[in-house]
């Protein structure tokens, strides 16, 4: 089983930048897919970006061009940079990984482990 551990959210006013970090330990990651969703308040859990274990990059429509996801395969560690925050992007940021389920063309879960989130508010 892995372990996830995000960090790195906080308050933060429109326009700003936060970098959420997940920290990844018990078992190796191997090819593991690294994630992030998110869940707004009364709303459903959704995809926000994905990278693979050889670099490939998927992102949900409504961050592209604001986030950035990152990994480094020999430290375990996935981050996402998140540039020109907005509050519709406040939310509880998990990060997650595994293998990716899609529906569609898109992302829609992670088969594997899941971290306890943390939470990222954006005011405006």
């Known amino acids: 089983q892995v372990q996830l551990v995000e960090s790195g959210g906080g308050l933060v006013q429109a326009g700003g930048s936060l970098r959420l970090s997940c920290a990844a330990s018990g078992r190796t990651l191997g090819t593991y897919a690294m994630g992030w969703f998110r869940q707004g308040p009364g709303k459903e859990r959704e995809f926000v970006a994905a990278?693979?274990?050889?670099?490939?990059?998927y992102y949900a429509d409504s961050v592209k061009g604001r986030f950035t996801i990152s990994r480094n395969n020999n430290n375990n560690t996935a981050w996402l940079q998140m540039n020109s925050l907005q509050p519709e992007d406040t939310a509880v940021y998990y990060c997650t990984a595994g293998d990716l389920i899609w529906e569609r063309r898109t992302v829609v879960t992670v088969e594997g482990s899941w971290g306890q989130g943390t939470q990222v508010t954006v005011s405006s």
């Open positions: 990278i693979t274990w050889s670099g490939s990059l």
